[in-house]
Each structure stands twice: as C-alpha cells, then as structure tokens.
Nanobody
Framework: VQLQASGGGLVQAGGSLRLSCAAS????????MGWFRQAPGKEREFVAA????????YYADSVKGRFTISRDNAKKQVYLQMNSLKPEDTAVYYC????????????????????WGQGTQVTVSS
C-alpha cells in the first residue's frame, strides 16, 4: 500500500490543523493505521493509532485530549485532527500502516508498522 500525507502547514499556538493520509494500492480496511512525528534533532515518536474498523483508538499522553484520529475506509483515508496546538507539536508528521492481523494491543512502535507515507510538515509558532 502507498500512503500520501497532506494537510500540514504553519499555525499559531492554540490553532488547529487537520492532517489527511490517502492510501492506494491495497485493501485499506485490512490495515490498522498510525500517526508518528519527528521533530528536528529528535527520534520519531508515536502520536496516535486506530484499528481497522475505526472502533478503537490510542494516543500518546502528550496529545491526548487535543488530537483525534479517525478513518474513512470507503475513501481510503485516515485523518488526524489537531486542536490546541503547541510549539512543541512542531514536527514532520508521518502516517503508517500496520498489516499484522493478530495484535493484542494497538501498535505504537515504529517497527510494528510496515508502510510509511512521506511526511507533512507542521509548524506551530508561539
């Protein structure tokens, strides 16, 4: 599956952005999906994940209550609604797909994801 992330940009602190990730070339509904981010000089970190059906979600503590992950399997898209943005949210955001069928918990590690999009830059000014 190929993934294309979009929707990044420059926003003031307290503002909102909605990221989108479009999938092609595979059965989108077979993949659990996740968002990660990487700030300059830092390692890539987990942000949010959503199950195949969209019925389960999981968030990093740093974004819980501010970000919402969702998906539309008919449109083959996953979204990340980001509200109350902070300067520390500045990073390149990546979407990723996990094709493991049986997993006891939501995937949060980089090595648990099989396919990655190219990333979209989010910059939050103070």
């Amino acid at each position: 599956v190929q993934l294309q992330a979009s929707g990044g940009g420059l926003v003031q602190a307290g503002g909102s952005l909605r990221l989108s990730c479009a999938a092609s070339g595979g059965m989108f509904s077979r993949y659990a999906m996740g968002w990660f981010r990487q700030a300059p000089g830092k390692e890539r970190e987990f942000v949010a994940a959503i199950s195949r059906s969209g019925g389960s979600t999981y968030y990093a503590d740093s974004v819980k209550g501010r970000f919402t992950i969702s998906r539309d399997n008919a449109k083959k898209q996953v979204y990340l609604q980001m509200n109350s943005l902070k300067p520390e949210d500045t990073a390149v955001y990546y979407c990723a797909a996990d094709h493991t069928i049986l997993r006891a918990t939501m995937a949060t590690r980089i090595d648990e994801y099989d396919y990655w999009g190219q990333g979209t830059q989010v910059t939050v000014s103070s």
